[in-house]
């Protein structure tokens, strides 16, 4: 496994195309990163789908709402629409470049409407870059990122099957 500097602000995502490791920035998005260990402390992000796929670009998830198979509220057709019940956050944005790996919250044309879901960039996106809010970057298991199944919807999507954060795992 990639070494973690800082094991409670790593998270170890297991999807169902692997495992994926992902080192988070507190410095650069605080709300952001506490938001996302709240969130994967609950347990929110364990078993939702990665709705929104596209080559070249990122793979979307987060949706705890609409996007989680493993509960009654799973509604594939809107997987995407949803966040959780926290109030959306402000907006952390920094000069950190979205390049391959970087972890970014995902939010709708309101700046201050990130909540629940995030993005993986699969190669440079800089043009997000200030417009989005860098919260982390993959530094293992890229490859893995790299097999999820595209689409816009995705039909029969890929999924976290569980995110913990590294300080909460023996």
Known sequence: MAEIKDRENALIMET???NVVIEMYPDLAPGHVARI???VREGAYDGVVFHRVIDGFMAQTG???FGNSSKPTYAPSRAGM???DKPDLKAEFSN???GRGT???ARAQNPNSANSQFFICF???SFLNRQY????QVIEGMENVDKIKRGEPVQDPDKIVSLKVAADVQ
């Open 37 to 39: 260990k709240e969130l």
């Open 133 to 136: 809010t860098v919260w982390g």
């Open 82 to 84: 949803g966040g959780s």
């Open 16 to 18: 169902t195309k692997g």
């Open 103 to 105: 972890c970014s919250m």
């Open 123 to 125: 190669d440079d996106a």
């Open 63 to 65: 949706d705890v709402k």
């Open 96 to 98: 950190a470049n979205h």
